[in-house]
């Protein structure tokens, strides 16, 4: 009989709650990508952790708030599947933003998780003071029944390993999932269009980093070991293409400088990255879209 452990460990809360940063933080690798502006993460995005002889699939999934538009829908839904399917779901709240009415939402919905392990992770707590975390704790505690509540800063790396320690134990016996050396099971060409979608996120106003997507046309192996990527970054107007653009091409120019770099640091080889921008107004209503994105179209129907 081998002492194996495997399990699924779904991070659920509020958009920016810190769930990407902890996930890349388990897995000791950007394999989601991390913005200050909310929404950042559109799909469910597994990372893989290995503890002793436990394996930590973490799924990272869009933040849990009141959705609107069909991809806010879709959105939606893959978080709470993400926690419906998982082994152990660890509910993320901030420090300093407490018990917010989004977390009370979020509290109303974990009743219907059944009966899977729920942990409570606290996180940013190098932004509080400790009687603040105390009486959070308690407040958390008494509006639901957490198996386990940890203070964390994803961040910094306080109590991330006392969190992975007791995930370690928490996962079911059995064989591990996946192998031992793959970081996640997102496709390869999937993570590169999120490490451009985080340049474009970073670089542009508020509204705008919704309304586009990007997604990967071509992957070409070159023999001297390189490759060629060929992107598309979908806007919904032309006003938007402008602004993607730059002037004389500057802003895409260095968004596709920036992404580069992360690319050839995370293959370990040198990329070639192409992008390319066209205007597609209906972009947010094609099922084709969601596939690309991992999320399914039916899900943001109202
Ligand atoms: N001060 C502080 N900021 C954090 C911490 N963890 C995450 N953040 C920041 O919070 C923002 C949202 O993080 P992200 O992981 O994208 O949140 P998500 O939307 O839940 O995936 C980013 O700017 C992070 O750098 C933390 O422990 N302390
Ligand atoms: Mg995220």
Known sequence: MSDTRAGFIALI?????GKSTLLNRMVGAKVSIVTHKVQTTRARIRGVAMEGQSQLVFVDTPGLF???RRLDRAMVA???GGAADADVVVLMIEAHRGMSDGVKAILDGLGDLGDRRIALA????DKVKSETLLALTQAMNEAFAFEKTFMISAEKGHGCDTLRAWLAQAVP????????DQLSDLPMRMIAAEM?????TLRLHQELPYQLTVETENWEERKDGSC????LVYVMRDGHKGIVLGNKGETIKAVGQAARAELEEFLGRKVHLFLQVKVRPNWLEESERYDEMG??????NS
């Open 13 to 17: 809360g509020e958009p920016n709650a």
């Open 66 to 68: 009141q959705p609107r």
């Open 78 to 80: 893959a978080a709470w």
């Open 122 to 125: 606290i996180n940013k707590i």
């Open 173 to 180: 016996l059995g064989p591990w999932l996946y192998p031992e």
């Open 196 to 200: 451009t979608r985080e340049k474009l």
């Open 228 to 231: 060629k990527i060929d992107q």
């Open 295 to 300: 999320l399914n179209f039916k899900d943001g």
